[in-house]
């Protein structure tokens, strides 16, 4: 683009201009910084088109709490009203595939009781010449558990999954582990970039939300932005070409393959990426024996198939909420089996 | 973000609460904000919103497929606001041209470079807005508050792409033209923003 014929107005009216003056968008900044040095003879009409963008952007306007509690209340007892008009009519999720009447179980997740239940380890690392204090918490299968980190950073954590952090984040970075699948809401703070390391991926952020899925039993490490933008990069550079780093968008997703070091972006699926933070189980074309996996991991539990079971066979199908039950009950029909659960074991018998 | 929002969507439609009270929760204080700003009445604007959410929730089968949920709820806000005070005005039997229905006024606590800059400048550029339409303070409103793109500001307001620029550009020749002497002094104190 030719900015030597932007006049002030020009500056002003474009949208990638004004992210660069309210200084909201990195991205822009860097645009804009360069552009700049390209065209020396703009910089005073750029700088004045700034200040008129920053002397008439505004602020949010405060919200009292109370305001906000009560007309939430409002808002509550409106819907507590209508279902009862609506003959408690039970409502279920049903997307094209498979359709399944079934009731709904209740997940109570319940922060307080999840601090007590869950295995609280502190370790001690040295890094050079401080000491930090490390807190881990293991999720195990059949469990989720929402926290939230000494700087407002809200993390959901999935079955299966570990994390790791500093009691106390440092003054120049916010830096974490990861072992497993998480959804991230990053609190924003320019100045303490914050960090997540899992296997050889580091993803750099300064406040977004986006899930990160790297299991250590799957070759694929998963990065999935849904608002904000993100860095991530190939801590190894185990290969020498140009993709040790990518930077994502919002609908964008990273997908890091360990066995061949390729780091390659695409568009993503937002159900299947992060539906399991919604309470959603999902699968697409998928073999059997992967379904059985994730169930396993999503209740808890150990499955067991005998050698009639065609596992290699591939369903599609969704459920939100579901009890394990309900779940195999839909599937037998169609992949042909039945079913006994005794405690935390099942098992599969092909017809 | 917006396969994020369809989901969203799609859920509440099918009748889920804890969607529907998320979309509630996301965007109460945007709609609050921008309700306030455009009305000047606080409990009018907390009525409205309860309404709106109220009749989305009756008619959540029927309501259209929105992927900008946020632009889609602060044009529904705008058009059941501009009915309330449409008939309010008419009752007292006030001028209701749309052009001057909303005030949209901007105190100082709205603007936020407000502790980078003297009284005397956050004065001047108040006064610069004050001078702008009503209209013309909405947009800039729109963009320089909420971030909005044009796209979504053209859906807000039904307004066209190339009347919505013009206004935007009138109120840009106004503002400068106010600001213009002072804009100088201006630039040496926010140059280390």
Do not use: C
């Not at chain 1, 570990?162 to 924003?188: M, S, W």
């Not at chain 2, 059941?80 to 007292?92: D, F, H, R």
């Amino acid at each position: 683009m030719d900015y030597s014929k932007y006049s002030i107005g020009d500056f002003f009216m474009d949208e990638s201009f004004q992210d660069f003056a309210r200084g909201t968008n990195p991205e822009a900044i860097k645009l804009w910084t360069d552009i700049i040095k390209q065209f020396p003879e703009k910089e005073e009409d750029i700088l004045e088109a700034k200040k008129l963008i920053q002397s008439i952007s505004l602020n949010k306007v405060k919200i009292d709490p109370k305001q906000f509690e009560e007309d939430e209340t409002k808002i509550k007892e409106f819907l507590n009203k209508q279902e009862k008009i609506e003959h408690k009519q039970v409502q279920f999720v049903n997307w094209s595939t498979i359709k399944i009447a079934a009731s709904i179980t209740v997940f109570m997740v319940l922060a307080a009781l999840f601090y007590q239940y869950f295995s609280e380890v502190k370790t001690e690392e040295n890094t050079e010449k401080q000491t930090i204090a490390f807190i881990e918490k293991n999720v195990p299968k059949g469990q989720k558990l929402t926290l939230f980190l000494e700087d407002g950073t809200k993390v959901k954590i999935n079955s299966n999954s570990t994390l790791k952090f500093p009691a106390h984040f440092n003054t120049d970075k916010r830096e974490i582990f990861l072992e497993g699948e998480a959804f991230f809401e990053v609190k924003r703070d320019t100045s303490r970039p914050f960090i997540i390391q899992s296997k050889n991926i580091a993803t750099t952020v300064l406040g977004t939300s986006f899930n990160i899925s790297a299991y250590p039993e799957n070759p694929l490490v998963k990065v999935a932005v849904v608002t904000g933008k993100v860095k991530v990069e190939d801590t190894n550079n185990t290969k020498t070409g140009n993709n040790h780093a990518v930077s994502l968008l919002p609908e964008e997703m990273a997908t890091f393959s360990s066995s061949s070091g390729d780091l390659k972006k695409s568009n993503y699926s937002s159900i299947k990426e992060i539906g399991w933070s919604d309470g959603i189980i999902y699968f697409e074309n998928t073999p059997l024996s992967e379904i059985i996996e994730m169930l396993e991991n999503w209740y808890g539990v150990e499955i067991k198939s005998d050698n009639k079971v065609n596992t290699r066979e591939i369903y599609t199908g969704t459920f939100k909420d579901e009890s394990l039950e309900n779940v195999l009950n839909a599937l037998k029909e169609r992949a042909k089996f039945h079913y006994s659960i005794n405690n935390s074991k099942v098992n599969i018998y092909g017809l | 973000m917006s396969g994020e929002n369809l989901n969203l969507w799609s859920l509440f439609k099918k009748g889920d609460k804890d969607a529907f009270l998320k979309i509630y929760h996301s965007n109460y204080e945007i709609l609050y904000s921008y309700g306030f700003k455009i009305s000047g009445n606080s409990d009018l604007t907390r009525d409205v919103i309860q309404e709106i959410f109220a009749d989305l929730w009756e008619k959540k089968s029927t309501v259209a497929d929105v992927v900008h949920i946020k632009a889609y709820l602060l044009k529904y806000l705008r058009r059941a606001l501009l009915t309330k005070i449409t008939a309010e005005k008419k009752s007292q039997g006030l001028n209701t041209n749309e052009e001057n229905l909303f005030e949209v006024s901007i105190s100082p606590e709205d603007l936020l470079i407000k502790n980078q800059i003297s009284k005397e400048q956050e004065r001047k550029i108040l006064d610069a807005l004050a001078q702008l339409s009503p209209r013309q303070r909405e947009i800039i409103y729109l963009k320089f508050f909420d971030e909005l793109d044009y796209q979504a500001i053209q859906d807000i307001t039904s307004l066209n792409y190339q009347s919505l620029r013009n206004t935007l550009h009138k109120a840009l020749q106004s503002l400068r033209k106010i600001l213009a002497i002072q804009i100088i002094f201006f630039l040496l104190i926010i140059n280390r923003l």
